[in-house]
């Protein structure tokens, strides 16, 4: 399904104070321009620190540098929240480097690292029911490098952490990564592996854009 908080003719989210995290168990956007991507997790994070919760956001560089400025000019005190423990910003690229060390894909570390940080995200609200929103984009990573086998393997690690803490997860893929002919089949699996589905502002190109449709139009 998509999510209801509709999205205007910019893609921007509409509506204040923003996406209700609450509703979700684990969404996947895809997107073509990475301001989308911002603005669509900004509004999550915005929404869950103020409704008391947590936010982590593993993220690369580049989008967390993006998301931080966007909370920023939205009024949020994100070193506040960060030193609150409230905040948590994980580079995904680091985080990725680490899973890769031994040339094979090996989450067992990082799956370590993410069970402590909810905790703490979940200990650290002030909710009479905590969950963590988390956005994470170290999926998309794995399939800029054709990885397929991991990505699922990472999805589901997810899947298994959150049958330990509650918490909603938001991923994030380039819909340019499925340009190519062929790719449709991973991103079916990609879609299966969710619960929630929000589909790109535009395809990459007219010729990808029905490919995906067509592909979609069936049952997965």
């Not at 103020?50 to 909370?71: E, F, K, M």
């Not at 380039?174 to 699996?189: P, Q, R, T, W």
């Not at 790109?200 to 069936?218: G, K, M, N, V, W």
Request: glycine fraction near 4%; hydrophobic fraction near 45%; aromatic fraction near 10%.
């Amino acid at each position: 399904m998509s999510l209801p908080c509709d999205l205007d003719n910019s893609y921007t989210p509409a509506g204040s104070p923003g996406c209700d995290h609450r509703l979700y168990t684990h969404a996947v956007q895809f997107y073509f321009a990475d301001q989308v991507l911002v603005r669509f997790t900004s509004e999550f994070v915005i929404s869950a620190l103020r409704a008391g919760d947590s936010a982590v956001v593993l993220a690369t560089d580049a989008h967390q540098r993006a998301i931080a400025a966007t909370l920023h000019r939205r009024g949020i005190d994100v070193a506040h929240h960060a030193q609150a423990g409230k905040y948590f910003a994980i580079d995904a690229q680091e985080a990725l480097a680490e899973c890769l060390q031994t040339g094979v894909a090996d989450f067992s570390r990082f799956r370590r690292r993410v069970h402590s940080i909810l905790a703490d995200a979940n200990r650290a609200a002030t909710t009479d029911h905590p969950r963590a929103m988390v956005f994470g984009e170290l999926v998309s990573l794995l399939w800029e490098q054709r990885d397929c086998e991991a990505l699922l393997a990472l999805e589901s690690v997810w899947e298994n952490l959150a049958l330990e803490h509650s918490f909603t997860l938001f991923c994030g893929y380039s819909i340019k990564e499925f340009s190519n002919a062929g790719s449709e089949a991973v991103f079916l699996k990609v879609c299966a592996a969710h619960a929630t589905i929000v589909p790109p502002e535009q395809y990459p190109t007219a010729e990808s854009e029905r490919r995906i449709l067509a592909a979609t139009a069936r049952p997965f």
